[in-house]
């Protein structure tokens, strides 16, 4: 490539990333641009309803999320996921960790509040998915990333469509852009805790080839999304059985998803049952 080659070539993509950070910012609370900065795991928007007061942002290196300080438990957390984040570092063996970075007037769930109450600590970014070391391991077992399952769904559908997930990276080299998180709320898990459980869990993931970004998502890209009851009795279900569309998650839970897309093709990917 020659030296004006190259100029044109700089100059076209700095027109797109220019058009890039504007349909970014155009639909985002500012508030809440401001508090999640650049993070490659809200590649894909960053999820808001119509009241920021109970969502408390934090962005991490392995992940961001949403607190809910009146539910006690996570609104959403979105992540980048690929086979760069799998590796061999092994999982955390202590108990699950109270979150301190939420502010002092926060409930800080502790281990304790889930033992012996029926449900399942369910992590949000499973734990194989952040092996590559120690620190990003141990990162999925804050309680920030994790909410009341049952057992049946945790350890059932839920689970399954996690591997699947993981094949999608190991084995197809895929990148994927993952919102999930619970949709309805009862408080609460037994009659000694504040924390609240929810009525079900959804995943939403966008599925790229590697090395692929926001920029390459067209109408054709596949996009799954799953809503699982939160109930007893569904542990030899297929987690195929509970696809539906992001526009119905959208629907009940209140939030808008990939909003750093062009409204054209949101339609297009939100009104999508995965094949």
């Not at 002092?104 to 499973?126: A, E, M, P, Q, S």
């Amino acid at each position: 490539m020659n030296n004006k080659s190259f100029r044109l070539f700089a100059s076209i993509l700095v027109i797109l990333l220019i058009f890039a950070q504007v349909r970014l910012g155009a639909k985002v609370p500012a508030k809440l641009r401001v508090l999640t900065g650049d993070s490659v795991h809200l590649s894909i928007g960053i999820p808001h309803d119509n009241d920021t007061t109970d969502d408390y942002i934090i962005v991490r290196k392995q992940y961001a999320l949403s607190y809910n300080k009146n539910t006690n438990i996570t609104n959403w957390v979105s992540y980048e996921l690929n086979s760069k984040w799998y590796g061999d570092a092994p999982r955390y063996s202590g108990s699950f960790i109270s979150d301190t970075s939420l502010p002092i007037d926060y409930l800080r769930v502790k281990h304790t509040d889930y033992t012996n109450t029926g449900f399942d600590r369910g992590h949000l970014v499973r734990s194989e998915e952040r092996t590559d070391n120690d620190e990003d391991n141990k990162s999925t077992f804050l309680l920030t990333n994790v909410i009341p399952q049952r057992p049946d769904l945790n350890r059932g559908p839920w689970l399954n469509f996690e591997y699947y997930c993981e094949d999608l990276c190991k084995k197809q080299n895929k990148e994927l852009f993952i919102i999930t998180g619970p949709i309805g709320s009862v408080c609460h898990i037994d009659t000694n805790s504040r924390v609240c459980f929810p009525v079900s869990c959804y995943k939403i993931v966008i599925v790229l080839d590697k090395n692929q970004n926001i920029l390459d998502i067209k109408p054709s890209t596949k996009i799954i999304a799953v809503l699982m009851p939160n109930d007893i009795g569904i542990r030899k279900d297929k987690w195929e059985k509970y696809k539906t569309t992001v526009r119905k998650i959208e629907k009940l839970s209140g939030y808008n998803f990939l909003d750093f897309l062009p409204d054209d093709l949101q339609d297009i990917l939100e009104n999508k049952i995965a094949e």
